[in-house]
């Protein structure tokens, strides 16, 4: 291959992995957001409920 094409590989693996890195930043991120979620609303739930 050409220094053009191997550069242009190169170029291609990195923004995939900069890709895959940023969707999975991101899906922890949301997956975080949503237990905050869950254990808010749990404890407003069982704070509601008369005893």
Do not use: C, F, I
Not at 1 to 21: C, E, F, W
Request: glycine share 4%; charged share 30%; proline share 2%.
């Amino acid at each position: 291959m050409s220094r053009l094409t191997d550069a242009l590989a190169r170029l291609v693996r990195v923004q995939g992995r900069k890709k895959s890195r940023y969707r999975a930043y991101q899906s922890q991120a949301l997956n975080l957001k949503l237990q905050l979620v869950e254990r808010e609303s749990g404890a407003t739930s069982r704070r509601s409920t008369p005893r």
